[in-house]
């Protein structure tokens, strides 16, 4: 199984600054790398698919990088609405399964 | 507009079966994956299998097989996931969420159905 692990746990950011969240994969996942936003009992929303493509909807100031097993969901300047929790989802290979990391908290520091 | 909408919340005691439904609506249900994934208190999101809604395939999860039972009513344009021998584990919101017919992420996912494993 492809094991997802990202970092920091927790970042602390002021509204207006950038923030950089980091997901490795145990093995390569080449660019089959989503990223999704969840707050306090809702549904996951999506993001990033393809490790930089950004889902409908989705503003442009969520870009994704990466390829392989390095991926990285920057989100350039916060706003209030961006506090919540990142997770990195990869759905490499056919049939597909998925793997989650742990999720980044996104706070106001 | 695309929509998926969950069963409501279940409480059942161990070692009894649950089964949640997922009613699609404003795509072509048969057209894509649906799968599920479940999320504990304060824990990751864990996926569980997927079912092909045009020709009912599926594919569980290591962690599941033999436990998680899921299948569709295409007339309904509804998936459905059964999980069997309860414990208080599983105790967990049930989400279910679609994708194309490939490797893809999920674009769309239900409201979630909290499933609560008590004696």
């Known amino acids: 199984e492809i094991v997802m692990t990202q970092s920091p746990a927790t970042l602390s950011v002021s509204p207006g600054e950038r923030a950089t969240l980091s997901c490795r994969a145990s093995q390569s996942v080449s660019s089959n790398l989503a990223w999704y936003q969840q707050k306090p009992g809702q549904s996951p929303r999506l993001l990033i698919y393809?490790?930089?493509a950004r889902a409908t909807g989705i503003p442009a100031r969520f870009s994704g990088s990466g390829s392989g097993t390095e991926f990285t969901l920057t989100i350039s300047s916060l706003q209030s609405e961006d506090f919540a929790f990142y997770y990195c989802q990869q759905y490499n290979n056919w049939p597909p399964t998925w793997t989650f990391g742990q999720g980044t908290k996104v706070e106001i520091k | 507009q695309v929509q998926l909408v969950q069963s409501g919340a279940e409480v059942k005691k161990p070692g009894a079966s649950v089964k949640v439904s997922c009613k699609a609506s404003g795509y072509t249900f048969t057209a894509y994956l649906m799968h599920w994934v479940r999320q504990a208190p304060g824990q990751r999101l864990e996926w569980m299998g997927w079912i092909n809604g045009g020709n009912g395939d599926t594919k569980y999860s290591q962690k599941f097989q033999g436990r998680v039972t899921i299948t569709r009513d295409t007339s309904a344009s509804t998936a459905y996931m059964e999980l069997s021998s309860l414990r208080s584990e599983d105790t967990a919101v049930y989400y279910c969420?679609?994708?194309?017919?490939?490797?893809?992420?999920?674009?769309?996912w239900g409201q979630g159905t909290l499933v609560t494993v008590s004696s």
């Open positions: 969420a679609r994708t194309t017919p490939r490797a893809a992420a999920g674009d769309y």
């Open positions: 393809g490790a930089s």
